[in-house]
């Protein structure tokens, strides 16, 4: 079974300008989520989708942060603009549903915004 | 003050030492995770708990929900366990996301 997928891996930006995350989630997950991860510190979720509504929002930046889960399946996380303190790893995830469900995550995008 | 607390938060030891890493969290939960995460970013879920213990091969995890408290534990520890290990909590009520604790870096020396 394919794992989560996300793309770039690594990405380098400077202040100001935009940015976009890609992330597939394992087939037939309808919970999808994005996670911000600072060096030194523990995921916080930034948003989480249930099929292609949104669940939980209440901790992404939505002046500057947007994603979207059009069809349900694959998700994209974009960052207009990049401030310093967006460096971080951006982790998706996904599970079968929601509640005790176990999380799978991707190996996430390292993003250095200069 | 974090929500989920873990300690220590940087654990060096020798291979073969026995390793415990605790965390403790401030409400009720419906679940607690205990996850791995290698250089790179990769996060492996561990064990998910609800209550008592669980065991897998050399990883055991317990809770004591009266206390609010977790611990893993690594018998007979190897460089390979090398990584940082996350506590994650489910609220009782509520929002149904996870919380995260800051993690704690284990190094096992040979």
């Known amino acids: 079974e394919a794992g989560v997928a996300q793309s770039p891996r690594y990405k380098i930006i400077e202040k100001r300008q935009s940015v976009a995350f890609w992330c597939n989630p394992i087939s037939g997950h309808a919970t999808l989520y994005w996670y911000q991860q600072i060096l030194g510190q523990g995921p916080k979720l930034l948003i989480q989708f249930q099929n292609n509504g949104v669940v939980d929002d209440s901790q992404l930046p939505k002046d500057r942060f947007s994603a979207e889960r059009l069809k349900g399946v694959d998700s994209t996380l974009k960052i207009q603009p990049a401030k310093l303190e967006d460096s971080a790893v951006y982790l998706c995830?996904?599970?079968?549903?929601?509640?005790?469900?176990?999380?799978?995550f991707g190996p996430g995008t390292r993003l250095t915004v200069t | 003050k974090n929500e989920v607390e873990q300690s220590p938060q940087n654990l060096t030891a020798q291979e073969g030492e026995f390793i415990t890493i605790n965390c403790s969290y401030s409400?009720?939960?419906?679940?607690l995770h205990w996850l791995q995460q290698h250089p790179g970013g990769g996060i492996v879920s561990l064990f998910m708990?609800?209550?008592g213990k669980k065991k897998h091969g050399r990883l055991i995890a317990t809770i004591n929900i009266q206390e609010k408290h977790s611990s893993l534990h690594i018998t007979a520890s190897h460089p390979r366990d090398s990584a940082v290990y996350i506590c994650a909590v489910r609220y009782e009520r509520g929002a149904q996301k996870l919380v995260f604790g800051q993690g704690t870096r284990l190094t096992i020396n040979p």
């Open positions: 995830a996904s599970s079968l549903g929601v509640g005790l469900d176990e999380q799978y």
């Open positions: 708990l609800s209550s």
């Open positions: 409400v009720g939960i419906s679940a």
